[in-house]
């Protein structure tokens, strides 16, 4: 079992910055892949990025690459999302999930077993 709390979300300006971090409690942090999603009222919820449990492995959706960087800190047990050169269309609530499996996104958006509450972020133009 793993527990999952993101922070850092908020309000930022088009072209701003901002990290998340999302703490993780429980058994064998380093034995998961970490993703991270994104959902907007009334839309699916939007697989953004993930990194393999060493962190030499990321995926990142097209609409984020170059933007945005998934990194992880097993000692702390944390994973973060540094976001850059926002966009007002990258306002959503953010979540942190965890899976055991690694592979391509579209094997992966699946298998994620364990999920944070979320952290907004609202980007203005």
């Known amino acids: 079992q793993v527990q999952l709390v993101e922070s850092g979300g908020g309000l930022v300006q088009a072209g701003g910055s901002l990290r998340l971090s999302c703490a993780a409690s429980?058994?064998?942090?380093?034995?998961?892949?970490m993703g991270w999603f994104r959902q907007t009222p009334g839309k699916e919820r939007e697989f953004v990025a993930c990194i393999n449990w060493g962190g030499a492995s990321t995926h990142y959706a097209d609409s984020v690459k170059g933007r945005f960087t998934i990194s992880r800190d097993n000692a702390k047990n944390t994973v973060y999302l540094q976001m850059s050169s926002l966009k007002p269309e990258d306002t959503a609530a953010y979540y942190c999930?965890?899976?055991?499996?690694?592979?391509?996104?579209?094997?992966?958006?699946?298998?994620?077993?364990?999920w944070g509450q979320g952290t907004q972020v609202t980007v203005s133009s």
């Open positions: 429980g058994r064998s942090f380093s034995d998961y892949t």
């Open positions: 999930a965890a899976t055991r499996f690694w592979g391509a996104p579209s094997f992966l958006v699946t298998k994620f077993d364990y």
